[in-house]
């Protein structure tokens, strides 16, 4: 069975950092790029980061550049978001969702359930 | 990048059509047949129902079809049915190599 699973979420002072990790199972993780989503409540999608299959082309919204990063263990089928500086407006799911390439960023064909990032003092 | 347009909401009577504009520029929607589409039930997550513009991925019906037309893509679902009210999302892939959403589109199954 496909799986992607997210974890790290919580609740978080602005100025702080928070560490996010998908854990991949059912298909070949290495054959694939892959992203973070994110939803704020009540909003639509809004697309955060990506990376290709080999970590050589990664890429970030304007709004989380230079604050955050993506990387990906090939070896653990893992992928995570370290989200440094976190502001009131990066409260939202966090979801983990599989691209339908390996290297440019396509679409996103297979999706975890999420994790509830809630930055507030 | 900024997101690509999409009406706020939609409606349809059962059985009946309705398509679903997703409105870019020549650097994204007009430039690449890098669209998709994503449907959204309340509290779950996205799904993948249109990819390359037209492709439609195994398991999803063929009630759901997707086309585009210069900075247009569409997505039209015929027979409407109850199970299909939910929110709609188109992307696509951009020239600044990364991928941007619609606002997203509530459809209402009257």
């Known amino acids: 069975e496909v799986q992607l699973v997210e974890s790290g979420g919580g609740l978080v002072q602005p100025g702080t950092s928070l560490r996010l990790s998908c854990a991949v199972s059912g298909f070949t993780f290495d054959d694939y790029a892959i992203h973070w989503v994110r939803q704020a409540p009540g909003k639509g999608l809004e697309w955060v980061a990506g990376i290709s299959w080999n970590s050589g082309n990664i890429g970030y919204a304007d709004s989380v550049k230079g604050r955050f990063i993506i990387s990906r263990d090939n070896a653990k089928n893992s992928l995570f978001l370290q989200m440094n500086s976190l502001r009131a407006e990066d409260t939202a799911l966090y979801y983990c969702?599989?691209?339908?390439?390996?290297?440019?960023?396509?679409?996103?064909?297979?999706w975890g359930r999420g994790t509830l990032v809630t930055v507030s003092s | 990048q900024s997101a690509l347009t999409q009406p706020a909401s939609v409606s349809g009577s059962p059985g009946q059509s309705i398509t679903i504009s997703c409105t870019g520029t020549s650097s994204d929607v007009g430039a690449y047949n890098y669209v998709s589409w994503y449907q959204q039930h309340p509290g779950k997550a996205p799904k993948l129902m249109i990819y390359?513009?037209?492709n439609r991925p195994s398991g999803v019906s063929n009630r759901f079809s997707g086309s585009k037309s210069g900075n247009t893509a569409s997505l039209t679902i015929s027979g409407l049915q109850a199970e299909d009210e939910a929110d709609y999302y188109c992307?696509?892939?951009?020239?600044?190599?990364?991928?941007?959403f619609g606002g997203g589109t509530k459809l209402t199954v009257l």
């Open positions: 390359e513009v037209t």
């Open positions: 969702a599989k691209d339908g390439g390996y290297h440019n960023f396509w679409y996103f064909d297979l």
């Open positions: 992307s696509s892939y951009t020239s600044r190599s990364t991928p941007v």
